[in-house]
Nanobody, 124 residues
């Protein structure tokens, strides 16, 4: 069992930056691929970014590529999402997720554990 806790959300003006963190319990963090998803009001949860077990491979949704960077520190059981050039359309609850697989995943059903989410609000 893995418990995931997100932090770092908040209110930021358009063009600003935030860094989200996701800290995992347990001693097997490095055996999980990880991902970030988000859900805006009235919309379905959508894929944002994913990273493999070692951090050597990453993949992004088109809407965030070149603005967001996913990374992980297995020694700290923590994954990050650096978000730059934020836009009002990025406003959502951001969720981290862990997948019992070394490889990346872009679909919700591929993930086994989820955090409680952290709110990101971008004002125009």
């Amino acid at each position: 069992q893995v418990r995931l806790v997100e932090s770092g959300g908040g209110l930021v003006q358009a063009g600003g930056s935030l860094r989200l963190s996701c800290t995992a319990s347990g001693r097997t963090f490095s055996s999980y691929a990880m991902g970030w998803f988000r859900q805006a009001p009235g919309k379905e949860r959508e894929f944002v970014a994913t990273i493999n077990w070692s951090g050597s491979s990453t993949h992004y949704a088109d809407s965030v590529r070149d603005r967001f960077t996913i990374s992980r520190d297995n020694a700290k059981n923590t994954m990050y999402l650096q978000m730059n050039s934020l836009e009002p359309e990025d406003t959502a609850v951001y969720y981290c997720a862990a997948r019992r697989n070394y490889g990346m995943g872009t679909r919700l059903y591929e993930y086994d554990y989820w955090g409680q989410g952290t709110q990101v609000t971008v004002s125009s």
